[in-house]
């Protein structure tokens, strides 16, 4: 158990006790990564955001586990299962998977087949294979079957029995914790990760076509194949599984498992290669599942976290003067003069894509706007004509200290329709909105940026398959 968890993860982060308190104690009063990271320095010892998000992770792993760690002790007590040794064993655990590990046999479970072999009374039978001695299994079978003792188990013969034993021994063999272990290793470290289409779906499922029959190591598949392989799957359009040779899990468990070359022996083993998929490695995939799809998650989250810092430091054009910039979008020249607070001071619709003539009126317009308001920037959206009117600025006689600047405008119609530029721009339409948003994506991205889905910012790898919060 980890009593001392600033102790702890000081440690594993190489850093100062102190740090990593005072971290915490801002990131409990609400304190957000960028905010800590910019204005509470003196606090941290200036720790940057990359360190204060792996303190963030590490408390909330530990807060995590500690929680469920109480949950379990709680559940164990109530039900009159919990020995000083559990707890101890329990105390001790410091993964997540390693605690439910330990409490996988004490959970409360459906009704198994292992647990209807229990109810048919054969747990005393299995238990006696379990310690692999000698002695003839058929034999020690018939005590339990219904004939012999005079009850109604339904237990109608030796191949009854034995069929029920084992199935309560392959349950014991897959929540074994040290079983559980070392499968988990060897999903990760020799698994794959394969996917097929669903029978009957080939046409309907065209875009998935190269994961039609795909198959890559797990610890080398990347992680938007990952995410869109299990996308694929979430659209009933892809059959996924992650698995490593069975025959190298069953060999391993048979290592761990059997001690002699006894009937009894024989029988532990029939369970494992009986039992191995439907129990111990359809448990591990979904554990294996769900890790590969965070893991796949954090990949892309970081991408776009990456691309979208290298978007605001690279995109934001500031001076001491008061700038106006005209801003673009759409093919119909959609012009908007905006103040240094990024108000909006004028907007019209030119149209320099239409023909000569409405090329020269275009440009006269523009040249008056910029004289008139003083225009030191022009932002061009990136869509539709962008390059075809980057050109056409270039030809007009605009002040040569005026500088055109090609702007991302992803995500610029989906702002344009929301609740917050209808709010903004009450009486302007949606082409109006957008282009003031792309003006101001110039003069200061990230206060822009903010308003819009991060799904719709366009500077990612799949981060529609993020969870929205941790995006």
């Not at 087949?113 to 009374?121: D, Q």
């Not at 129990?279 to 599942?289: D, F, I, Q």
């Not at 000569?356 to 030191?376: F, M, N």
């Not at 600025?393 to 090609?406: P, V």
């Amino acid at each position: 158990m980890l009593d001392d968890p600033i102790s702890q993860i000081a440690k594993d982060l190489r850093l100062r006790p102190g740090q990593v308190s005072a971290t915490a104690s801002l990131l409990d009063g609400g304190g957000t990564v960028p905010f800590i990271a910019r204005y509470r320095k003196e606090n941290t010892g200036s720790l940057d955001e990359v360190e204060i998000t792996s303190i963030r992770n590490r408390l909330f792993q530990i807060r995590e586990l500690t929680e469920r760690r109480r949950v379990i002790l709680e559940s164990l007590e109530k039900r009159g299962l919990l020995t000083n040794e559990l707890q101890k064993t329990i105390l001790g655990a410091e993964t997540l998977s390693t605690l439910e590990d330990i409490y996988l046999p004490y959970r409360p479970k459906r009704r198994t087949r292992a647990t209807i072999a229990k109810e048919k009374r054969l747990e005393p039978l299995a238990l006696q294979i379990w310690g692999q001695e000698d002695f003839d299994v058929n034999e020690a079978a018939a005590k339990y079957v219904d004939s012999n003792t005079g009850t109604v188990n339904g237990v109608d013969n030796v191949q009854d029995a034995l069929t029920g034993a084992r199935d309560i021994i392959a349950e014991w063999v897959s929540e074994n914790t040290i079983a559980r272990r070392e499968i988990r290793k060897l999903f990760w470290s020799e698994g794959t990760f394969s996917s097929s289409v669903i029978s009957g779906k080939r046409e309907e499922a065209s875009k998935y076509r190269d994961y039609f029959e795909w198959k890559e190591p797990v610890i080398k598949i990347p992680s938007h194949r990952v995410l869109a392989m299990l996308r694929g799957e979430k659209e009933s359009m892809l059959s996924i599984n992650i698995s490593p040779p069975a025959v190298q899990a069953v060999a391993m468990l048979h290592d761990i498992f059997i001690t002699g070359e006894t009937q009894a022996s024989d029988e532990i083993n029939q369970a494992i290669k009986d039992r191995y998929k439907p129990l111990l490695e359809a448990s591990m995939e979904t554990e294996v599942r769900k890790e590969a799809r965070i893991r796949a998650e954090d990949t892309a989250i970081a991408v776009f976290a990456d691309n979208l810092r290298g978007t605001v430091d690279g995109s934001s054009h500031r001076t001491e003067k008061r700038p106006r910039i005209g801003s673009w979008l759409s093919f119909r020249l959609q012009s908007g003069l905006l103040d240094s607070q990024g108000q909006l001071l004028h907007n019209d619709t030119v149209s320099p894509h239409t023909g000569d003539r409405a090329e020269e009126e275009a440009g006269y317009k523009i040249v008056d706007l910029c004289r008139l308001y003083d225009v030191e920037a022009i932002a061009v959206g990136n869509g539709t004509a962008s390059r075809e009117t980057e050109a056409f600025l270039k030809t007009l006689e605009l002040d040569s200290n005026i500088d055109i600047f090609m702007v991302n405008e992803n995500g610029a119609s989906v702002y344009s329709a929301s609740e917050v530029a209808r709010n903004e721009f009450p009486d302007h339409d949606l082409t109006v909105r957008g282009t003031v948003s792309i003006g101001r994506r110039l003069m200061d991205p990230l206060s822009e940026l903010v308003k819009i889905d991060p799904k719709s910012i366009g500077v990612g790898q799949y981060q529609h398959e993020s969870t929205r919060n941790p995006l």
